[in-house]
Nanobody, 123 residues
Framework: QVQLVESGGGLVQAGGSLRLSCVASGRTYGTYDMGWLRQAPGKEREFVAAMYRSTVVTRYADSVKGRFTISRDNAKSTVYLQMNSLKPEDTAVYYC????????????????WGQGTQVTVSS
């Protein structure tokens, strides 16, 4: 089992940047594929980015490709999401997600997720 705690959200102007962090606790963290999901008001939760436990393979939603970068530091049990060139449509609650299956993260159906951190992008 793994527990996830996100931080780093906030209010930023369009074109700005934020870096989200997710600290995981639990001895089995290294066996999980990790990612980020988001949910905007009135919308369903959607996939943003994912990274294999080996840190070699990543995948991004088309809407964030080229602007967002996922990374993880397994020694620190931490996953990051660097968000650049932010747009108002990126406004959402961002959730760190972990799963035994990479495809489960991509499908927005992870086994574990955190409490979320709010990202608001003003125009």
């Amino acid at each position: 089992q793994v527990q996830l705690v996100e931080s780093g959200g906030g209010l930023v102007q369009a074109g700005g940047s934020l870096r989200l962090s997710c600290v995981a606790s639990g001895r089995t963290y290294g066996t999980y594929d990790m990612g980020w999901l988001r949910q905007a008001p009135g919308k369903e939760r959607e996939f943003v980015a994912a990274m294999y436990r080996s840190t070699v393979v990543t995948r991004y939603a088309d809407s964030v490709k080229g602007r967002f970068t996922i990374s993880r530091d397994n020694a620190k049990s931490t996953v990051y999401l660097q968000m650049n060139s932010l747009k108002p449509e990126d406004t959402a609650v961002y959730y760190c997600a972990g799963a035994k299956s990479f495809s489960a993260v991509v499908a927005s159906a992870p086994g574990y997720w955190g409490q979320g951190t709010q990202v608001t992008v003003s125009s």
